[in-house]
């Protein structure tokens, strides 16, 4: 079985330092990871997604993640945190099955950026 | 770019009363997916459609249904509607083609159902 593990229920920084957002990730063979954000009362946005090509993933908004197999992970970073950013993030993994694929969420990590 | 269109965007019932909520893929995309996310919850798989076909079903509730039209559209219809059925119901859509890869989901704004 395929799972994520969110390792951060909640995560505070100030605006304009670095964001780290943890995620590991359990899989019997390579997975497809994505991260995506939900902003309050909105949909949720793909912010980017591994699968299989280059272990670093450049995504939207300055975000990036690294996919590291040794350590089972995929954690979410970015430079400079903005207020913008305060959302709910979420660490998906995509289980493939016979008719397309269905996501996996994490439980989430709520990030509040503070001036 | 056209996105993912979900109508109603709220939606107010009465309990054992029946809902139906629409999804209208991104132009192209073959596939839909449907989640609900309960207050505080992450968003879980209900169901998915391939080709107007269903393709894979998690923990979509008996009094629950779905289906996708010839135009790709896919409509979840829920019956009986219970107190815990309160949450925001979201569809996303795909194009999965004749790949046997993933296939990159993108979601529409949902829709926050409320059953009093």
């Known amino acids: 079985a395929q799972s994520v593990t969110q390792l951060d229920s909640h995560v505070s920084v100030s605006e304009g330092t670095p964001v780290l957002l943890r995620c590991n990730y359990s899989?019997?063979?390579?997975?497809?990871l994505f991260w995506y954000v939900q902003h309050p009362n909105k949909g949720l946005q793909l912010l980017l997604k591994?699968?299989?090509?280059?272990?670093l993933v450049k995504g939207i908004n300055g975000f990036e993640a690294e996919f590291k197999k040794s350590e089972t992970s995929f954690h979410l970073t970015k430079p400079s945190a903005h207020m913008s950013d305060a959302a709910e993030y979420f660490c998906?993994?995509?289980?493939?099955?016979?008719?397309?694929?269905?996501?996996?969420f994490g439980t989430g990590t709520q990030l509040k950026v503070e001036l | 770019a056209a996105g993912v269109i979900q109508s109603p965007r709220h939606l107010i019932k009465e309990k054992r009363e029946t809902a139906t909520l629409k999804c209208y893929p991104i132009?192209?995309?073959?596939?839909v997916y449907w989640y609900q996310q309960g207050p505080g919850q992450d968003p879980q798989f209900l169901i998915s459609f391939y080709e107007k076909m269903q393709s894979d079903k998690g923990s979509i509730p008996d009094r629950f249904s779905a289906q996708q039209f010839s135009d790709y559209h896919s409509e979840l219809n829920m019956s009986s509607l219970e107190l815990g059925d309160s949450a925001l119901y979201f569809c996303?859509?795909?194009?999965?083609?004749?790949?046997?890869?993933?296939?990159?989901?993108?979601f529409g704004p949902g829709t926050r159902l409320t059953v009093l």
């Open positions: 132009p192209r995309h073959d596939t």
């Open positions: 899989s019997s063979y390579s997975p497809s």
């Open positions: 591994y699968t299989s090509a280059a272990t």
């Open positions: 998906v993994v995509s289980i493939l099955t016979g008719g397309g694929n269905k996501l996996t």
């Open positions: 996303a859509s795909s194009l999965k083609g004749n790949r046997q890869s993933t296939d990159t989901q993108y």
